[in-house]
């Protein structure tokens, strides 16, 4: 079953530095998406981006972050200036339509650590 | 009011038993319901998603009951491989292209042998 791949597996980066989160969405999926979840707590939504652009976002998703589909495979999540704060497991997902009922599927995350 | 509510349990039943979450939702306009499983640490996975007219996917049935604005899960003779985190999710219609989806906190399930 094809999957959606997220890399590294763990980060560990120091405050105030710049990290960059890497995805390959599930090949003829249009639609993806960056989630983070803060230990303990629930999944948030922080963007979603379809034909080179962002399509929503939320609150969370200030100017310190930004998203880019550098080329036909990866898609990535970079953050800027790094808080401790930002210390969450980050998911990436993809639908292959960006309709309501098309469910996401998610890759296994990301977790980045801020010292 | 919260966008999505669960109950967060830890709901402990014993393998066999039959076990029920509901979940709310406070936006009437949202239109597609949900509920993915999640292990400790790992990502949320799709369990099934939530029809009007209700659904079931093995010892899995979903409930959708929109005049309430609530959400069910039931599961039949529980295995212990299904302890796990039951997070109902809702999509709500998009102010753009793509629709925007919300997590509840989950519900936490036990199953002891």
């Known amino acids: 079953e094809p999957e959606v791949t997220q890399t590294p597996s763990h980060q560990v980066t120091q405050m105030g530095q710049e990290v960059i989160l890497r995805c390959v969405p599930i090949?003829?999926?249009?639609?993806f998406y960056w989630y983070r979840q803060i230990l303990g707590q629930k999944v948030e939504f922080l963007v979603s981006?379809?034909?080179?652009?962002?399509?929503?976002k939320s609150e969370i998703f200030d100017d310190q972050f930004s998203v880019e589909r550098p080329d036909g495979s990866n898609f990535t999540l970079k953050i800027r200036s790094t808080k401790l704060e930002d210390s969450a497991m980050y998911f990436c997902?993809?639908?292959?339509?960006?309709?309501?009922?098309?469910?996401?599927?998610f890759g296994d995350g990301t977790r980045l650590s801020i010292l | 009011r919260k966008e999505v509510e669960q109950d967060p349990g830890p709901f402990n039943v014993p393998e066999g038993a039959t076990v029920a979450f509901n979940c709310t939702y406070s936006?009437?306009?949202?239109?597609?319901f949900f509920w993915y499983r999640q292990d400790c640490r790992k990502e949320p996975k799709l369990l099934m998603s939530?029809?009007?007219s209700g659904n079931e996917d093995g010892r899995f049935t979903a409930q959708l009951n929109r005049a309430s604005q609530y959400i069910s899960l039931l599961i039949r003779d529980s295995k212990l491989s299904d302890s796990a985190t039951y997070l109902c999710?809702?999509?709500?219609?998009?102010?753009?292209?793509?629709?925007?989806?919300?997590f509840g906190s989950g519900t936490r399930l036990s199953i002891r042998p």
């Open positions: 997902a993809s639908s292959e339509w960006g309709q309501v009922n098309q469910p996401q599927h």
């Open positions: 090949s003829n999926h249009l639609y």
């Open positions: 981006f379809y034909n080179n652009e962002i399509s929503e």
């Open positions: 936006n009437s306009a949202s239109q597609s």
């Open positions: 939530v029809y009007s």
């Open positions: 999710v809702v999509n709500i219609p998009p102010g753009s292209s793509a629709s925007k989806i919300i």
